[in-house]
Protein backbone atom coordinates (compact mmCIF):
# COMPACT_ATOMS: atom_id res chain seq x y z
CA UNK A 1 0.00 0.00 0.00
CA UNK A 2 1.48 3.52 -1.18
CA UNK A 3 1.01 5.26 2.75
CA UNK A 4 1.60 8.47 1.07
CA UNK A 5 -1.08 8.49 -1.35
CA UNK A 6 -3.20 7.14 1.35
CA UNK A 7 -2.55 10.40 3.23
CA UNK A 8 -2.95 12.63 0.55
CA UNK A 9 -6.08 10.81 0.03
CA UNK A 10 -7.65 11.25 3.60
CA UNK A 11 -6.32 15.10 3.08
CA UNK A 12 -8.73 15.19 0.17
CA UNK A 13 -11.59 13.69 1.54
CA UNK A 14 -10.96 16.37 4.81
CA UNK A 15 -11.33 19.48 2.27
CA UNK A 16 -14.12 17.60 1.02
CA UNK A 17 -16.21 17.16 4.39
CA UNK A 18 -15.14 20.35 5.53
CA UNK A 19 -16.12 22.51 1.99
CA UNK A 20 -19.38 20.43 1.74
CA UNK A 21 -20.37 21.84 5.68
CA UNK A 22 -19.28 25.60 4.66
CA UNK A 23 -16.65 25.36 7.15
CA UNK A 24 -13.02 26.72 6.27
CA UNK A 25 -10.43 24.12 5.55
CA UNK A 26 -7.48 23.41 8.13
CA UNK A 27 -3.73 24.68 6.29
CA UNK A 28 -3.09 21.32 5.93
CA UNK A 29 -6.26 20.22 4.09
CA UNK A 30 -5.72 23.40 1.93
CA UNK A 31 -2.06 22.45 1.02
CA UNK A 32 -3.65 18.85 0.53
CA UNK A 33 -5.92 20.04 -2.05
CA UNK A 34 -2.97 22.17 -3.86
CA UNK A 35 -1.05 19.22 -4.31
CA UNK A 36 -3.98 17.37 -6.03
CA UNK A 37 -6.23 20.04 -7.69
CA UNK A 38 -4.57 23.46 -7.78
CA UNK A 39 -4.76 25.40 -11.11
CA UNK A 40 -3.63 28.71 -10.48
CA UNK A 41 0.39 27.98 -10.80
CA UNK A 42 -0.79 26.69 -14.13
CA UNK A 43 -2.85 29.44 -15.02
CA UNK A 44 -0.36 31.74 -14.54
CA UNK A 45 2.70 30.15 -16.23
CA UNK A 46 0.59 29.56 -19.62
CA UNK A 47 -1.08 32.74 -19.94
CA UNK A 48 2.08 34.62 -19.70
CA UNK A 49 3.83 32.38 -21.84
CA UNK A 50 1.45 31.99 -24.18
CA UNK A 51 0.20 35.76 -24.51
CA UNK A 52 3.14 37.53 -23.44
CA UNK A 53 6.34 35.08 -24.49
CA UNK A 54 10.03 36.15 -23.99
CA UNK A 55 10.29 39.35 -21.47
CA UNK A 56 13.69 40.78 -22.20
CA UNK A 57 14.30 43.00 -19.25
CA UNK A 58 13.46 46.71 -19.76
CA UNK A 59 12.26 46.15 -23.22
CA UNK A 60 8.55 46.78 -24.20
CA UNK A 61 7.66 43.13 -24.12
CA UNK A 62 8.49 42.93 -20.40
CA UNK A 63 5.97 45.84 -19.85
CA UNK A 64 3.35 44.43 -21.26
CA UNK A 65 4.41 41.38 -18.70
CA UNK A 66 4.01 43.69 -15.92
CA UNK A 67 0.78 44.57 -17.33
CA UNK A 68 -0.56 41.35 -17.52
CA UNK A 69 0.19 40.17 -14.56
CA UNK A 70 -1.26 43.07 -12.59
CA UNK A 71 -4.26 42.03 -14.72
CA UNK A 72 -3.94 38.19 -13.51
CA UNK A 73 -3.05 39.09 -9.38
CA UNK A 74 -6.53 41.89 -9.57
CA UNK A 75 -8.61 39.18 -11.24
CA UNK A 76 -7.44 36.79 -8.64
CA UNK A 77 -8.17 38.95 -5.44
CA UNK A 78 -4.93 40.28 -4.27
CA UNK A 79 -5.26 43.73 -2.96
CA UNK A 80 -2.49 46.86 -3.42
CA UNK A 81 -1.81 45.59 -6.81
CA UNK A 82 0.82 47.73 -8.46
CA UNK A 83 3.45 48.46 -10.62
CA UNK A 84 6.41 49.87 -9.20
CA UNK A 85 8.66 51.58 -11.88
CA UNK A 86 12.77 52.35 -11.74
CA UNK A 87 15.10 52.92 -14.03
CA UNK A 88 17.68 50.84 -15.36
CA UNK A 89 20.79 50.21 -18.27
CA UNK A 90 19.24 48.55 -21.39
CA UNK A 91 20.75 45.77 -22.77
CA UNK A 92 19.33 44.11 -25.91
CA UNK A 93 20.87 41.49 -28.15
CA UNK A 94 20.36 42.90 -31.71
CA UNK A 95 19.78 40.02 -35.27
CA UNK A 96 22.95 39.36 -36.28
CA UNK A 97 24.58 36.16 -33.99
CA UNK A 98 27.15 34.15 -35.96
CA UNK A 99 30.18 32.02 -35.84
CA UNK A 100 32.61 29.94 -38.30
CA UNK A 101 35.59 28.44 -38.00
CA UNK A 102 37.87 29.73 -40.90
CA UNK A 103 40.71 26.79 -40.69
CA UNK A 104 41.51 24.07 -40.51
CA UNK A 105 38.28 22.35 -40.42
CA UNK A 106 35.29 25.63 -41.81
CA UNK A 107 32.05 25.20 -40.78
CA UNK A 108 29.80 27.15 -38.68
CA UNK A 109 28.81 27.01 -35.25
CA UNK A 110 25.62 28.10 -33.76
CA UNK A 111 26.42 31.16 -30.96
CA UNK A 112 24.29 33.75 -29.20
CA UNK A 113 25.58 36.84 -27.47
CA UNK A 114 25.89 37.22 -23.75
CA UNK A 115 24.13 40.20 -21.70
CA UNK A 116 26.30 42.78 -22.19
CA UNK A 117 28.45 41.81 -25.07
CA UNK A 118 29.66 44.44 -27.12
CA UNK A 119 29.01 44.11 -31.18
CA UNK A 120 31.93 43.64 -33.66
CA UNK A 121 32.20 45.72 -36.64
CA UNK A 122 29.92 45.06 -39.57
CA UNK A 123 31.24 41.83 -41.40
CA UNK A 124 32.69 40.58 -37.99
CA UNK A 125 36.07 39.68 -36.28
CA UNK A 126 38.10 37.05 -37.30
CA UNK A 127 41.18 35.94 -35.25
CA UNK A 128 42.94 32.63 -33.87
CA UNK A 129 41.30 31.34 -31.41
CA UNK A 130 42.78 30.00 -27.93
CA UNK A 131 41.64 27.67 -25.94
CA UNK A 132 41.67 27.70 -21.90
CA UNK A 133 39.89 24.66 -20.54
CA UNK A 134 39.07 26.59 -17.18
CA UNK A 135 38.44 29.90 -16.04
CA UNK A 136 41.92 29.95 -13.71
CA UNK A 137 43.71 28.80 -17.05
CA UNK A 138 42.62 31.92 -18.47
CA UNK A 139 43.31 33.72 -15.30
CA UNK A 140 47.22 32.65 -15.51
CA UNK A 141 47.66 33.64 -19.01
CA UNK A 142 50.07 36.36 -19.21
CA UNK A 143 49.17 39.89 -19.38
CA UNK A 144 48.70 41.24 -23.05
CA UNK A 145 48.97 37.59 -24.89
CA UNK A 146 46.12 37.57 -25.82
CA UNK A 147 46.32 40.61 -28.03
CA UNK A 148 44.59 40.60 -31.28
CA UNK A 149 43.09 36.55 -30.63
CA UNK A 150 39.56 35.17 -29.52
CA UNK A 151 39.59 33.33 -26.36
CA UNK A 152 37.42 30.04 -26.25
CA UNK A 153 36.62 29.15 -22.45
CA UNK A 154 35.23 25.79 -21.36
CA UNK A 155 34.52 23.73 -18.14
CA UNK A 156 33.31 20.34 -17.03
CA UNK A 157 29.47 21.05 -15.82
CA UNK A 158 27.25 18.25 -14.61
CA UNK A 159 23.77 17.70 -13.49
CA UNK A 160 22.69 17.77 -9.95
CA UNK A 161 19.60 17.81 -7.69
CA UNK A 162 20.86 21.32 -5.74
CA UNK A 163 22.33 22.66 -8.90
CA UNK A 164 25.89 23.44 -7.02
CA UNK A 165 27.55 22.79 -10.53
CA UNK A 166 26.14 25.83 -11.79
CA UNK A 167 28.74 28.15 -9.04
CA UNK A 168 31.41 25.36 -10.40
CA UNK A 169 31.00 26.31 -14.09
CA UNK A 170 29.23 29.76 -14.44
CA UNK A 171 32.61 31.81 -14.10
CA UNK A 172 33.23 31.14 -17.28
CA UNK A 173 30.59 33.04 -18.10
CA UNK A 174 30.18 35.38 -15.62
CA UNK A 175 34.06 36.69 -15.43
CA UNK A 176 35.49 34.72 -18.35
CA UNK A 177 34.73 37.33 -21.14
CA UNK A 178 36.36 40.25 -18.61
CA UNK A 179 39.31 38.64 -17.65
CA UNK A 180 39.62 37.57 -21.48
CA UNK A 181 39.18 41.20 -21.93
CA UNK A 182 41.75 42.83 -20.00
CA UNK A 183 44.11 40.43 -21.48
CA UNK A 184 44.16 41.95 -24.98
CA UNK A 185 41.36 39.69 -26.53
CA UNK A 186 39.05 41.15 -29.00
CA UNK A 187 36.34 38.35 -28.82
CA UNK A 188 35.32 35.66 -26.53
CA UNK A 189 33.22 32.69 -26.60
CA UNK A 190 32.21 30.27 -24.17
CA UNK A 191 31.00 26.63 -23.58
CA UNK A 192 27.67 27.28 -23.13
CA UNK A 193 27.14 26.88 -18.93
CA UNK A 194 24.24 24.16 -19.09
CA UNK A 195 23.98 20.14 -19.04
CA UNK A 196 21.65 19.54 -22.45
CA UNK A 197 23.08 18.26 -25.60
CA UNK A 198 20.75 20.00 -28.09
CA UNK A 199 22.50 23.03 -30.73
CA UNK A 200 20.72 25.53 -28.39
CA UNK A 201 23.21 27.94 -26.64
CA UNK A 202 22.67 29.05 -23.52
CA UNK A 203 22.68 32.92 -22.99
CA UNK A 204 23.45 34.79 -19.79
CA UNK A 205 24.96 38.05 -18.68
CA UNK A 206 28.46 38.68 -18.19
CA UNK A 207 30.50 41.45 -17.12
CA UNK A 208 34.05 43.41 -17.64
CA UNK A 209 35.83 45.03 -14.92
CA UNK A 210 35.55 48.77 -14.56
CA UNK A 211 37.96 50.45 -16.98
CA UNK A 212 38.13 47.10 -19.34
CA UNK A 213 36.12 47.72 -22.38
CA UNK A 214 33.47 45.39 -23.36
CA UNK A 215 34.18 43.04 -26.34
CA UNK A 216 31.93 40.82 -28.12
CA UNK A 217 31.19 37.45 -26.28
CA UNK A 218 29.04 34.82 -27.04
CA UNK A 219 27.68 31.13 -26.03
CA UNK A 220 28.40 28.61 -28.26
CA UNK A 221 26.01 26.01 -28.22
CA UNK A 222 27.48 22.24 -26.09
CA UNK A 223 27.65 19.92 -28.95
CA UNK A 224 29.56 22.91 -31.27
CA UNK A 225 32.14 24.01 -27.94
CA UNK A 226 32.33 19.86 -27.80
CA UNK A 227 33.23 19.90 -31.63
CA UNK A 228 35.22 23.14 -31.28
CA UNK A 229 37.70 21.25 -28.82
CA UNK A 230 37.97 18.20 -30.81
CA UNK A 231 39.35 20.76 -33.74
CA UNK A 232 41.79 21.72 -31.46
CA UNK A 233 42.96 18.20 -30.72
CA UNK A 234 43.12 17.14 -34.47
CA UNK A 235 44.65 20.36 -35.64
CA UNK A 236 48.20 19.29 -34.63
CA UNK A 237 49.30 22.69 -33.92
CA UNK A 238 48.08 24.39 -36.44
CA UNK A 239 46.33 27.71 -35.16
CA UNK A 240 42.33 27.65 -35.38
CA UNK A 241 40.55 31.02 -36.52
CA UNK A 242 36.96 31.55 -35.82
CA UNK A 243 34.97 34.31 -37.58
CA UNK A 244 32.84 36.13 -34.91
CA UNK A 245 29.87 38.86 -36.47
CA UNK A 246 27.17 39.87 -33.55
CA UNK A 247 25.29 43.16 -32.91
CA UNK A 248 23.87 43.50 -29.75
CA UNK A 249 23.89 47.32 -28.48
CA UNK A 250 23.03 49.51 -24.96
CA UNK A 251 20.18 51.43 -25.49
CA UNK A 252 20.50 53.51 -22.41
CA UNK A 253 18.41 54.11 -19.90
CA UNK A 254 14.71 52.43 -19.82
CA UNK A 255 11.80 52.17 -17.09
CA UNK A 256 11.60 48.48 -15.79
CA UNK A 257 9.33 47.66 -12.54
CA UNK A 258 8.34 45.51 -9.60
CA UNK A 259 4.96 44.41 -9.75
CA UNK A 260 3.47 43.78 -5.94
CA UNK A 261 0.35 42.24 -4.80
CA UNK A 262 -0.98 41.35 -1.06
CA UNK A 263 -3.40 38.76 0.89
CA UNK A 264 -4.01 41.43 3.54
CA UNK A 265 -3.47 39.95 7.01
CA UNK A 266 -5.82 40.68 10.16
CA UNK A 267 -2.86 42.00 11.39
CA UNK A 268 -1.44 44.75 9.07
CA UNK A 269 1.10 46.42 10.97
CA UNK A 270 3.06 43.23 11.74
CA UNK A 271 5.78 42.79 9.08
CA UNK A 272 4.82 40.52 5.36
CA UNK A 273 5.36 37.00 4.55
CA UNK A 274 7.28 38.47 1.25
CA UNK A 275 7.13 35.47 -1.48
CA UNK A 276 9.51 36.73 -4.28
CA UNK A 277 10.21 35.85 -8.11
CA UNK A 278 11.11 38.01 -11.24
CA UNK A 279 9.14 38.37 -14.19
CA UNK A 280 11.50 39.05 -17.22
CA UNK A 281 13.29 36.53 -19.14
CA UNK A 282 15.87 36.35 -21.62
CA UNK A 283 14.67 37.25 -25.40
CA UNK A 284 15.14 33.75 -26.70
CA UNK A 285 12.64 31.70 -24.95
CA UNK A 286 9.04 32.40 -23.30
CA UNK A 287 10.94 31.72 -19.74
CA UNK A 288 8.56 29.04 -18.36
CA UNK A 289 10.95 27.44 -16.04
CA UNK A 290 12.90 30.87 -15.60
CA UNK A 291 10.77 32.26 -13.93
CA UNK A 292 7.13 32.03 -15.45
CA UNK A 293 6.91 29.42 -13.18
CA UNK A 294 8.77 30.62 -10.09
CA UNK A 295 5.70 33.30 -10.17
CA UNK A 296 2.98 31.04 -10.81
CA UNK A 297 4.30 29.21 -7.85
CA UNK A 298 4.03 31.80 -5.41
CA UNK A 299 0.64 33.67 -6.18
CA UNK A 300 -0.82 30.28 -6.20
CA UNK A 301 0.71 29.29 -2.78
CA UNK A 302 -0.94 32.63 -1.27
CA UNK A 303 -4.07 32.28 -2.74
CA UNK A 304 -4.42 28.23 -1.22
CA UNK A 305 -2.71 29.42 1.63
CA UNK A 306 -6.03 32.04 2.14
CA UNK A 307 -8.33 29.16 1.68
CA UNK A 308 -7.17 28.14 5.36
CA UNK A 309 -8.70 31.70 6.48
CA UNK A 310 -7.07 35.11 6.23
CA UNK A 311 -3.90 34.72 7.71
CA UNK A 312 -2.69 37.19 10.87
CA UNK A 313 0.21 38.62 8.83
CA UNK A 314 0.01 40.08 5.12
CA UNK A 315 1.41 38.09 2.40
CA UNK A 316 2.69 40.26 0.07
CA UNK A 317 4.39 38.83 -3.70
CA UNK A 318 6.73 40.48 -5.45
CA UNK A 319 7.26 39.81 -9.52
CA UNK A 320 10.57 41.63 -9.67
CA UNK A 321 11.73 43.08 -13.00
CA UNK A 322 15.20 42.90 -14.74
CA UNK A 323 16.76 39.91 -12.82
CA UNK A 324 18.42 38.54 -15.45
CA UNK A 325 20.53 41.47 -16.66
CA UNK A 326 21.80 42.68 -13.25
CA UNK A 327 19.15 42.43 -10.55
CA UNK A 328 17.73 45.54 -10.93
CA UNK A 329 14.09 44.64 -9.33
CA UNK A 330 15.37 43.14 -6.45
CA UNK A 331 18.18 46.47 -5.83
CA UNK A 332 15.23 48.94 -6.29
CA UNK A 333 12.33 47.22 -4.31
CA UNK A 334 15.45 47.03 -1.03
CA UNK A 335 16.29 51.04 -1.94
CA UNK A 336 12.75 51.59 -1.72
CA UNK A 337 11.31 49.73 1.09
CA UNK A 338 14.51 49.28 2.88
CA UNK A 339 12.63 51.08 6.36
CA UNK A 340 9.85 48.50 5.82
CA UNK A 341 10.24 45.52 8.27
CA UNK A 342 10.14 42.37 6.54
CA UNK A 343 9.12 39.12 8.82
CA UNK A 344 10.54 36.53 6.36
CA UNK A 345 11.57 36.01 2.37
CA UNK A 346 11.25 32.92 0.31
CA UNK A 347 12.00 32.76 -3.61
CA UNK A 348 11.05 30.62 -6.01
CA UNK A 349 12.88 30.93 -8.99
CA UNK A 350 14.88 27.21 -10.03
CA UNK A 351 12.39 25.77 -12.07
CA UNK A 352 9.08 23.89 -11.80
CA UNK A 353 10.32 20.39 -10.77
CA UNK A 354 9.39 19.01 -7.18
CA UNK A 355 10.53 20.29 -3.91
CA UNK A 356 13.05 18.18 -2.10
CA UNK A 357 14.39 19.89 0.82
CA UNK A 358 13.38 22.64 3.25
CA UNK A 359 16.33 25.33 4.52
CA UNK A 360 16.10 28.56 6.75
CA UNK A 361 18.50 30.83 8.58
CA UNK A 362 16.69 30.18 11.86
CA UNK A 363 17.43 26.75 12.54
CA UNK A 364 19.69 27.66 15.58
CA UNK A 365 17.77 31.19 16.30
CA UNK A 366 13.92 29.92 16.25
CA UNK A 367 14.76 25.82 16.08
CA UNK A 368 11.08 25.29 17.33
CA UNK A 369 9.82 27.06 14.33
CA UNK A 370 12.47 25.65 11.76
CA UNK A 371 11.10 21.96 13.21
CA UNK A 372 6.84 22.55 13.03
CA UNK A 373 7.90 23.73 9.82
CA UNK A 374 10.11 20.63 8.80
CA UNK A 375 7.74 18.21 10.16
CA UNK A 376 4.84 19.67 8.24
CA UNK A 377 6.37 19.57 5.05
CA UNK A 378 8.23 15.85 5.13
CA UNK A 379 4.37 14.42 4.33
CA UNK A 380 5.35 15.97 0.88
CA UNK A 381 8.77 13.91 0.05
CA UNK A 382 10.42 17.22 1.68
CA UNK A 383 13.80 16.81 4.05
CA UNK A 384 14.61 19.10 6.48
CA UNK A 385 18.42 20.51 5.57
CA UNK A 386 21.03 21.64 7.41
CA UNK A 387 22.35 24.11 5.31
CA UNK A 388 21.57 28.17 6.40
CA UNK A 389 19.23 29.32 3.94
CA UNK A 390 20.96 32.45 1.80
CA UNK A 391 16.95 33.52 0.00
CA UNK A 392 17.14 33.67 -3.89
CA UNK A 393 18.01 36.84 -6.23
CA UNK A 394 14.96 38.90 -5.85
CA UNK A 395 15.44 39.04 -1.97
CA UNK A 396 18.18 41.70 -1.63
CA UNK A 397 15.56 43.71 0.95
CA UNK A 398 15.66 41.09 3.34
CA UNK A 399 19.59 40.29 3.40
CA UNK A 400 19.80 44.29 3.41
CA UNK A 401 17.88 44.01 6.76
CA UNK A 402 19.30 41.03 8.00
CA UNK A 403 16.16 39.09 8.42
CA UNK A 404 14.58 35.55 8.29
CA UNK A 405 14.97 33.35 5.21
CA UNK A 406 13.42 30.63 3.59
CA UNK A 407 14.75 28.46 0.42
CA UNK A 408 12.80 25.96 -0.74
CA UNK A 409 15.22 23.96 -2.73
CA UNK A 410 14.18 22.64 -5.92
CA UNK A 411 15.28 19.36 -7.74
CA UNK A 412 17.54 21.08 -10.52
CA UNK A 413 18.38 17.61 -12.52
CA UNK A 414 16.70 18.67 -15.60
CA UNK A 415 17.07 22.87 -15.07
CA UNK A 416 19.83 23.41 -16.44
CA UNK A 417 19.03 21.69 -19.58
CA UNK A 418 16.58 24.74 -20.41
CA UNK A 419 17.92 27.51 -18.43
CA UNK A 420 18.42 30.85 -20.99
CA UNK A 421 17.57 28.39 -24.01
CA UNK A 422 15.09 28.42 -26.53
CA UNK A 423 14.03 25.38 -25.16
CA UNK A 424 12.72 27.17 -21.82
CA UNK A 425 9.40 26.50 -22.82
CA UNK A 426 5.59 25.53 -21.25
CA UNK A 427 5.49 21.87 -22.33
CA UNK A 428 8.67 20.94 -20.16
CA UNK A 429 6.69 21.78 -16.94
CA UNK A 430 5.35 18.64 -15.47
CA UNK A 431 2.23 19.68 -13.94
CA UNK A 432 2.01 17.36 -10.65
CA UNK A 433 5.71 18.67 -9.78
CA UNK A 434 4.22 22.28 -10.61
CA UNK A 435 1.04 21.01 -7.80
CA UNK A 436 4.12 19.52 -5.34
CA UNK A 437 5.57 23.17 -5.36
CA UNK A 438 2.01 24.84 -4.44
CA UNK A 439 1.27 22.61 -1.62
CA UNK A 440 4.84 22.72 -0.22
CA UNK A 441 4.75 26.28 -0.34
CA UNK A 442 1.30 26.85 1.07
CA UNK A 443 1.96 24.83 3.89
CA UNK A 444 5.14 26.82 4.49
CA UNK A 445 3.82 29.70 3.99
CA UNK A 446 0.52 29.20 5.92
CA UNK A 447 2.58 28.62 8.64
CA UNK A 448 4.68 31.64 8.71
CA UNK A 449 1.81 33.93 8.04
CA UNK A 450 0.53 32.73 11.11
CA UNK A 451 3.63 33.21 13.32
CA UNK A 452 2.73 35.92 15.99
CA UNK A 453 6.44 36.26 17.30
CA UNK A 454 9.51 37.19 15.45
CA UNK A 455 10.15 34.49 12.82
CA UNK A 456 14.21 34.84 13.38
CA UNK A 457 14.45 35.05 16.81
CA UNK A 458 11.03 33.11 18.45
CA UNK A 459 11.43 35.38 20.95
CA UNK A 460 8.95 38.31 21.92
CA UNK A 461 8.49 40.79 20.13
CA UNK A 462 10.63 43.29 21.58
CA UNK A 463 13.59 40.73 21.40
CA UNK A 464 14.02 40.67 17.51
CA UNK A 465 16.70 42.41 15.97
CA UNK A 466 16.13 46.10 15.36
CA UNK A 467 15.77 45.90 11.74
CA UNK A 468 12.84 43.09 12.10
CA UNK A 469 11.00 44.79 15.29
CA UNK A 470 7.34 43.69 15.02
Known sequence: ??????????????????????????????????????????????????????????????????????????????????????????????????????????????????????????????????????????????????AGKIAYISHQMRPAQDGSHYGFAGPARWVGPGIAASKGAIGAVIKSVGTDHHRNPHTGGTSFPEGVDAIPAGALSLPDAENLERMFARAGGRPLTLKL????????????????????????????????????????APGAFDDGAGCGIIAAAALSAAEAGQPLRTIRVLLAGAEETGLWGSRAYSAAHLDEPIAVGLES??????????????????????????????????????????????????????????????DGTRYFDLHHTPDDTLDKIDKAQLRQNVAVWTQVVGILANESTSILTGGPVPSAPAIMQE
Do not use: Y
Open 349 to 410: DFGADRIWRFDSNFRETNPALHKKIALAVARFGVSSGSDVATGGADLNIVRDQKGALVDLQQ
Open 245 to 284: EMNPRQIGQTQSGNVVGEIVGRNPSLPPVLLACHIDSWWN
Open 1 to 146: MNHTLTAFGALSLALLSTTASGQTPSLEAAAGAALEGDTHAWDFVEGLTTEVGPRQAGTEAESRARAWAMAWLKAKGFANVADEPFMMDTWVPGDIARARVTAPFAQDLVVLPLGNSAATPAGGIEAEVVFFRTVDDLRAAPAGSL
